[in-house]
C-alpha cells in the first residue's frame, strides 16, 4: 500500500485553521486543556526508544532503528509521557521523521550524500527495510561524530516513515514532541519555513485529537512563525547553552532563550543539561519567569544526574535508555515519598505526599557547587 501524506497545496489559510485541545498558556506545568494527567516530572524518548549510536559499545543504543514506527510502538511498553522526533519536509513536500539532514549509502565503494529535502518521499523510502514484500531496500550509512562512514545496522530494523503514520499506528495517548528541523547551516526564507510549518500544521490538527503535542526547534524564527500560525500547542526553544557558538546569540545562553521565549510567548525550554548543571542558578530565573525546563544529553542516561534535575524543580528529561530511565527513575521516586507527619497530628483524613527527598537548602547548595566541576574534569 502506498504511504500517502500532506501536501502544501492541502494547506487551509491561517484564518480557518482550527483550534485543537491544547496544553494550558497559564502554567508552566504540562496541563492540558482536555484534563490530561501528566507527571510533575516528564521523561521524554529521545527519538522514541531511544537514538542509535552506531559505534557505541552498549548494544542498547543500536537496539531498534531510531525515528521509526517499531522504536515508537516499542516506546510505549515503558512508563513514559512522550517519545520526542524530528520532521522534515522532502522535496515533494512531504512530511518525513528523520534526524539528519543527509541520507548516505555506498555503491562500490563510492559514497553518495543526499539532502533529505532534495529527496522526493518515494526516494527516501527505498532506504532500509521494505514494508512491501518485505524486500530489502538500499543499504543506509551513517556519518559517525569523527567522520567516518559506517553502515547503520541495528538488531531491529524498520521501514522510514511519515508523520501522517506516526499519527496513524502510536497509542494515541501518547504525546508527541515534534522537533521542527531546520538546517544550521542554511538561511532560509521566511516565506519558505511559514509553506513546511502550515503543511505539518495541518496534519497535527488533522490527527492529533486529544494526543499532547509539544512542538519545538533550534530556530528562532521558527519558533516565532510557529507561535504565530497557532495557539494550541505549547511551542518550546531548543537551545545547546553555549556547548556549541552559533552567529545568532539567541542561540549561546539559557538567559537569550528565556529572553527569546519572553518576547514570543514560548511556553518552554529545551537545553543540554551540562549548560544547567554549570549554570544552575538559571533555573530559579527560568521558573520565576512561568516558563517549563526540559533537558537534553548524554548525562541523561545517568539515573543520577536525572534524579537530581527532579530536585532541581526541572519538567521533564529528553533520555535514551528509556526502559532503564523510566522505571528506575518511577521506582526512586515512589520509594523517597515520606508522610507528612503534621498532617498526621493533625487528624486529616487524607495522607499528603511529598515527591522529593527532604534535602536541606546545605546539603543541594552544596551538591549545585560539585556538579559544575565534575562537568569540567
Not at 167 to 174: A, D, G, R, T
Request: proline content about 4%; glycine content about 6%.
Amino acid at each position: 500500500m502506498a504511504l500517502k501524506d500532506v501536501h502544501v497545496s492541502d494547506i487551509p489559510s491561517l484564518d480557518i485553521v482550527q483550534e485543537s485541545p491544547c496544553f494550558s498558556n497559564e502554567s508552566p506545568c504540562f496541563s492540558n486543556g482536555v484534563e490530561l494527567k501528566v507527571p510533575k516530572f516528564v521523561v521524554i524518548g529521545h527519538r522514541a526508544h531511544g537514538m542509535n549510536a552506531l559505534q557505541s559499545i552498549d548494544r542498547r543504543m543500536r537496539a531498534i532503528k531510531e525515528n521509526s514506527i517499531m522504536s515508537f510502538n516499542a516506546a510505549t511498553n515503558f512508563p513514559i509521557d512522550f517519545i520526542e522526533f524530528d520532521v522534515q519536509v522532502t522535496n515533494d513536500d512531504c512530511l518525513v521523521i528523520f534526524h539528519d539532514y543527509f541520507i548516505l549509502s555506498q555503491e562500490n565503494g563510492i559514497v553518495f550524500e543526499k539532502r533529505i529535502t532534495e529527496l522526493c518521499l518515494f526516494e527516501l523510502l527505498a532506504y532500509g527495510p521494505q514494508r512491501e514484500g518485505q524486500k530489502d531496500g538500499k543499504v543506509l550509512d551513517r556519518k559517525t561524530k569523527d567522520g567516518k562512514i559506517v553502515q547503520w545496522e541495528v538488531e531491529k530494523d524498520d521501514p522510514r516513515c511519515t508523520l501522517e503514520e506516526a499519527f496513524l499506528k502510536v497509542e494515541p495517548s501518547l504525546g508527541f514532541k515534534i522537533e521542527l528541523k531546520f538546517d544550521d547551516h542554511i538561511l532560509y526564507d521566511q516565506d519558505y519555513l511559514a509553506h513546511v510549518l502550515k503543511a505539518i500544521l495541518k496534519v497535527v490538527f488533522d490527527l492529533a485529537k486529544d494526543r499532547p503535542i509539544i512542538f519545538s526547534t533550534f530556530q528562532p524564527d521558527v519558533a516565532s512563525i510557529i507561535k504565530k500560525l497557532q495557539s494550541s500547542y505549547p511551542v518550546f526553544f531548543l537551545t545547546n547553552e553555549g556547548c556549541e557558538i552559533f552567529e545568532d546569540e539567541k542561540r549561546n545562553s539559557l538567559e537569550e532563550a528565556l529572553k527569546l521565549c519572553l518576547e514570543n510567548g514560548l511556553q518552554g525550554i529545551v537545553t543540554e543539561i551540562k549548560g544547567v548543571f554549570i549554570n544552575p542558578g538559571v533555573v530559579t530565573k527560568i521558573k520565576e519567569s512561568e516558563i517549563s525546563l526540559i533537558t537534553y544529553g548524554s548525562l541523561n542516561i545517568v539515573l543520577e544526574a536525572v534524579y537530581m534535575q527532579h530536585l532541581m524543580g526541572i519538567d521533564g528529561v529528553i533520555v535514551d535508555l528509556v526502559q532503564e530511565i523510566t522505571e528506575t527513575i518511577a521506582n526512586l521516586i515512589t520509594s523517597t515519598m515520606v508522610v507528612d507527619e503534621e498532617v498526621l497530628t493533625k487528624g486529616v483524613g487524607k495522607l499528603q505526599l511529598h515527591s522529593k527527598p527532604k534535602f536541606s537548602h546545605l546539603e543541594l547548595s552544596f551538591l549545585l557547587k560539585l556538579i559544575p566541576q565534575l562537568i569540567h574534569i
